[in-house]
Structures are given as structure tokens and as C-alpha cells.
């Protein structure tokens, strides 16, 4: 196995000196640097990940940007991602965000510091300037669950699947229906986009004391929207949740209230997580493919980073969603 002192006696230099250049010290001259390089490369010297860097010029690391407190779907669609890029042979750096500026601009300069190969978003960062700089930096980006324009993106139709959530409600003979979304993120907007939009289509009057908005999508703050609404308004008989956590907070706020679901009211929900298959009654939802998701995010981080030709065209990939109907949703009582 070849070593720093082959390395040095083949350079005709001291190991201290190649081992400057194999981690990256400054303090040796250009030709002395180049010569060393040259070596590692001749002789497959790699020692380990400085020197791996340097010879490659590359560091085979993807970040993943990733909210300060992660909600059940993206936790399963981060481990979806980290094995599959395991799998490719990348390391993976975790850049977290709380929901403040400041952590988006920390966030931002650790990004710069350490300079991945790649970058995936599985959290939306409001700060333009970290788009822009990672336009300027030429860093591939693949934005996952969300679309950003300019970006590669990989999603599920949110306004469509929204859509079909409503219209199974309407189907059902519902038409007092309420809604508990989120703010400050794309795919909050699209969902409520989608709640719109079925109403209208159905000829379904809304009100602004049938619609609230949290500030995260879990199920603590699906609890707290749903009391909200209460307050404003008990003449219902559905509620849409544009999360599966939204809809479990709302099922027990509805509970504690001594409203039953879904004999008095149905409860839609949406992305399909584990536990909604295991809660009572269990949850009807929009199933998004999570383990496509996850595996397509990190093979077209893959393909950007080996060159290779990214599947598909233009700059998103759509996803196909599933209605999957339980028994949190019933057909309106005469």
C-alpha cells in the first residue's frame, strides 16, 4: 500500500511536505503542490477524504437541507434518501433550518463552508439569496415534495391531489366543509389552492370562519386549528387537513369536544404516513409515493452529479398520488 513517505521519497521531498498538500495546509509552492497531486493520482494514493477531495476534485457529499423539527413524512423521506444515496457511494451532510431568518443565513454560510457536491432540499427555504447562491456556485439542487423555479423538482400534483380529496368529500354529500392548512410554504398554498378550487367547481360557497391556518403541520397544530375553528363555526360535517398529522390533532380535538368521526363529522387527510393505517378510525387520506420520492430525488442527485442523462424532461418530475379510502370519512347522514 502506497504511503505518505513513497509519496515523498518519489517527489524527492520531506512527508511533512506532502502531508501539507494531503490535508489542504497552505505554506507549498504551486510546482511542489502540483507535483504531489500528480502523484496521488499516479499512484491511487487516497488515504482518505481530504485527499480523495483534492485528486477528484470532488468531495462525494450531498447535503441535505432539512427542517430544525422534522413532521413524520419527512423524517420517513429523509432515511428514503440517506440509504439511497448510501447506496451510490455519497456521504451526507445535514443542514438544518429552524423557521426564522437568521437560521436560513447560518444555514446558508455553513453551506458555503462546506461546499457539497450536491444539494436536496426536503425543506423550503423562503431566502432567495440561497438559491442564488447556489446558482452562482453551480451546485446541483433537486428540491423534493416541493417545486422552486429553476430547480429540479420531484412532487406530487398538489392542487390536483387536493382536488380529488375535496371532491371524495362532495361525493360523499358533504358540503359544510372545513379546512386546516398551513403557512409560509408551497405546498400548503397549493393544497388550500386545490380546497378552493373543488368548492368552486361544485358550486360550494366558503366562507374566511371555514378556513384556518397553522404555523406547522403537525399534529399538536392540527389540535389547535381544529379548536380555532370550533370557536368560529359548528355548522360542518367535513373537515380537510392538508397533512395526516393535521388530520390526527383534528380528530382529537373533535373527540374532546364529544364529536365523533366519522359519524357526525368526516376527516380527510393527506401524504399516507404510517400511522394512518393504525389510528382509530383510520385515516382517510391522498397517499403521495414516499418511496419514490425518496429513491428518485437521490438517482437524479446521482445522474447530475456522474453526468450522466437526468430521466424525464424539462425541470420536474410529477409523481402519481392515490386516494386511499378508510374510515375517517362517511357518507352525509339524511
Not at 47 to 72: C, E, H, Q, W, Y
Not at 164 to 186: C, P, W, Y
Not at 214 to 219: E, G, K, N, P
Not at 293 to 321: C, N, W, Y
Request: hydrophobic share 45%; charged share 25%; glycine share 6%.
Amino acid at each position: 500500500m502506497v504511503s505518505i513517505k513513497d509519496i515523498a521519497k518519489q517527489a524527492g521531498m520531506s512527508p511533512s511536505t506532502v502531508s501539507r498538500v494531503v490535508n489542504g495546509k497552505k505554506h507549498v509552492n504551486s510546482a511542489k503542490r502540483e507535483q504531489i497531486l500528480k502523484l496521488i493520482e499516479k499512484t491511487g494514493y487516497v488515504p482518505n477524504k481530504a485527499a480523495r477531495s483534492m485528486v477528484l476534485k470532488r468531495t462525494s457529499t450531498v447535503g441535505i437541507v432539512i427542517p430544525d423539527t422534522f413532521n413524520i413524512f419527512q423524517r420517513e423521506l429523509f432515511s428514503i434518501i440517506e440509504r439511497n444515496l448510501e447506496s451510490f457511494g455519497y456521504y451526507t451532510l445535514f443542514f438544518f433550518v429552524k423557521f426564522e431568518d437568521m437560521s436560513e443565513e447560518n444555514c446558508l454560510a455553513k453551506l458555503k463552508g462546506e461546499q457539497p457536491d450536491g444539494i436536496i432540499m426536503i425543506h423550503e427555504v423562503k431566502n432567495a439569496a440561497f438559491y442564488d447562491y447556489l446558482a452562482a456556485a453551480g451546485i446541483p439542487v433537486v428540491t423534493s415534495t416541493f417545486n422552486y423555479p429553476g430547480i429540479f423538482s420531484i412532487h406530487v400534483n398538489e392542487e390536483q391531489a387536493s382536488m380529488e380529496a375535496v371532491n371524495h368529500l362532495l361525493q360523499l354529500g358533504h358540503r359544510k366543509i372545513l379546512m386546516i392548512s398551513g403557512d409560509g410554504f408551497t405546498f400548503g398554498r397549493q393544497r388550500a389552492d386545490g380546497f378552493f378550487q373543488a368548492l368552486a367547481a361544485a358550486d360550494v360557497p366558503w366562507a374566511d370562519d371555514r378556513v384556518v391556518f397553522v404555523r406547522h403541520y403537525t399534529a399538536e397544530f392540527g389540535m389547535y386549528g381544529m379548536r380555532e375553528l370550533l370557536l368560529r363555526n359548528r355548522d360542518f360535517t367535513a373537515l380537510f387537513a392538508a397533512t395526516d398529522e393535521l388530520a390526527i390533532g383534528a380528530v382529537r380535538a373533535l373527540r374532546d369536544e364529544g364529536i365523533r368521526v366519522p359519524e357526525d363529522v368526516s376527516v380527510m387527510g393527506f401524504d399516507d404516513i404510517d400511522i394512518s393505517n393504525y389510528i382509530s378510525p383510520r385515516l382517510t387520506t391522498i397517499r403521495q409515493p414516499i418511496k419514490e420520492i425518496g429513491e428518485q430525488t437521490a438517482l437524479v442527485m446521482h445522474r447530475f452529479l456522474s453526468r450522466s442523462d437526468l430521466p424525464g424532461s424539462g425541470k420536474e418530475q410529477i409523481l402519481p398520488h392515490r386516494l386511499i379510502i378508510r374510515e375517517s370519512t362517511a357518507a352525509l347522514a339524511r
